[in-house]
């Protein structure tokens, strides 16, 4: 088996290592996103509209279930496979950028995916705002070497043109929904919609073109909507959507309610992960409860919940009276990458440092943003880190062990070392969070994570696999770094048994 991250720093792609052959996959032309970019910005707006002036998002879903419940799709939303008790399926989440991470996940998932039944897409397929038109070559052309189906939840990227992307890709080429009544003058609703961003009349006029590349019979899906549940083999999958603002409709959430009932053992997936960085956040549910207050309920059989929206890898087992539920991040597919070293000592849940586990290693993490910010601020010799440096400091400053199994202990941490991580927001122990937190942490997050898009590996992109038995779910988190060794062999960062019995 090919070392990990955990192994080596070449195993995290570190060094002088061959780029991988991904660049083949990509079309001559691509656009690189900017999220610095004030054009950029502005486009993405609906986000921020919804919270001014109110989410529409539930009442526009609504009209899109109803519309495929006209056109005959199931009343339960339920896709029902013949998949074997013994089968394998991918989560891929946050993927559709277009550009050199996205292309350099590809050759690793077919070698290590490539026999799987389907691939389900979590959270925000499509980027920057969903167009119809960016779907050539942020999905059919990446994917097209995949012969299996794939299924998709939206994210809020994905909702900033009303889904209508989505809708007419994933869900039987859904027509677009007729124009809703005028909304009456001066109210909060007519002020959105003087600001809000809407696809161009001819969005979608090479979709057409793009979908003969994913053409074969074997790769064709059709979901009921932009949420559903899979039945495969001895589990059924729940795929939820959670809009622009990370909440669910009324609607949405008595169906979840109705569709996780049962003995099945079932894996929650969603555009809003549950547990992550270090912190609980169950998502709410309009009119009551939680998602999180269901996926709990003894009655439903969750074992996983797996999310996408935030750009790494991370898993946090919490026990649930006596019974262990797997919180899964699963957003490193192809965008830009969030910072792991930004996440504080874990203390959630019940989940402690010990269970936790994360993609990137928070210290090859600091060490790529370091080396980042050296470029772009011009001054490499004062911020860049080696990433035995950034792991060092990131033992320190967590109070934890060298998570690098060989060659982790031998940088010294200087002045420098300790203050180019803290202005890059490392974390540090729960118990000392107040006294020494850095005001950049949420502002760093926020506008540097964004800015994080590289083009030169290593790239710390990744994929799940997961293996279906009657007993037991196996979850494997692969890397993909853009080299060569890593595409060839692609390194298992973690690795779970998750029981079913």
Not at 328 to 340: E, Y
Not at 474 to 501: H, K, M, S
Request: charge should be positive.
């Amino acid at each position: 088996m090919a070392d990990s991250s955990r192994d080596t720093a070449e195993g995290a792609g570190w060094g002088a290592a061959e780029r991988g052959a991904y660049r083949r996959l990509m079309p001559e032309r691509v656009e690189k996103i900017s999220w610095l970019d004030p054009r950029m910005l502005w486009a993405a707006r609906n986000g921020v509209l919804a919270s001014w002036f109110g989410d529409p998002t539930g009442r526009t879903r609504g009209r899109w279930v109803a519309q495929r419940a006209a056109a005959g799709a199931p009343a339960d939303k339920v896709i029902r496979r013949d998949d074997p008790d013994r089968f394998s399926f991918l989560v891929i989440g946050d993927t559709g950028e277009g550009d050199d991470p996205q292309y350099a996940v590809v050759p690793g998932l077919l070698r290590a995916g490539g026999d799987t039944r389907f691939a389900v897409l979590a959270s925000d397929v499509i980027y920057p705002v969903g167009s119809a038109d960016d779907y050539g070559p942020k999905f059919f052309r990446p994917y097209r070497d995949y012969r299996a189906p794939i299924y998709a939840i939206p994210g809020n990227h994905d909702w900033y043109e009303d889904l209508g992307g989505f809708m007419r890709v994933f869900c039987g080429d859904a027509p677009p929904l007729p124009p809703e009544p005028e909304p009456r003058p001066l109210t909060r609703a007519w002020l959105r919609s003087l600001l809000w961003h809407r696809p161009r009349p001819d969005d979608g006029r090479h979709l057409a073109e793009a979908r003969r590349l994913r053409s074969a019979p074997e790769q064709r899906a059709v979901q009921p909507g932009p949420y559903w549940a899979i039945d495969a083999g001895p589990v059924r999958v729940v795929g939820i959507d959670t809009g622009l603002l990370g909440t669910v409709d009324a609607e949405q959430g008595a169906w979840l309610r109705e569709v996780s009932r049962g003995p099945r053992p079932k894996i929650l997936v969603t555009g809003s992960p549950l547990y992550v960085d270090g912190e609980h956040h169950p998502c709410p549910v309009e009119g009551s409860g939680t998602v999180d207050d269901i996926v709990r309920d003894p009655a439903h059989h969750y074992v996983a919940a797996i999310g996408g929206d935030i750009h790494n890898y991370q898993r946090y087992p919490v026990d649930v009276d006596g019974r262990t539920i797997q919180y899964v991040v699963a957003g490193g597919g192809g965008a830009f990458m969030h910072a792991t070293h930004t996440i504080p000592r874990v203390s959630v849940g019940g989940v402690t440092e010990r269970d936790f586990r994360c993609y990137p290693l928070r210290g090859d993490s600091l060490a790529f943003y370091s080396a980042l910010y050296g470029r772009r601020l011009r001054l490499r010799r004062f911020l860049t880190l080696t990433e035995a440096e950034a792991t060092a400091v990131i033992a320190e400053r967590l109070g934890i062990g060298p998570t690098r199994a060989q060659g982790a202990g031998a940088a010294r941490v200087t002045r420098r070392v300790r203050l180019v991580a803290g202005l890059l927001g490392t974390g540090r122990r729960p118990e000392k969070r107040k006294r020494f937190r850095l005001p950049v942490r949420k502002i760093y997050t926020q506008l540097f994570s964004p800015g994080s898009a590289t083009y030169s590996p290593p790239f710390f992109k990744c994929f799940l696999r997961l293996d279906v038995t009657p007993e037991a779910v196996r979850l494997r988190c692969f890397a993909a770094t853009g080299n060569r060794a890593q595409e060839t062999d692609p390194p298992v960062e973690d690795e779970v048994t998750i029981p079913l019995v």
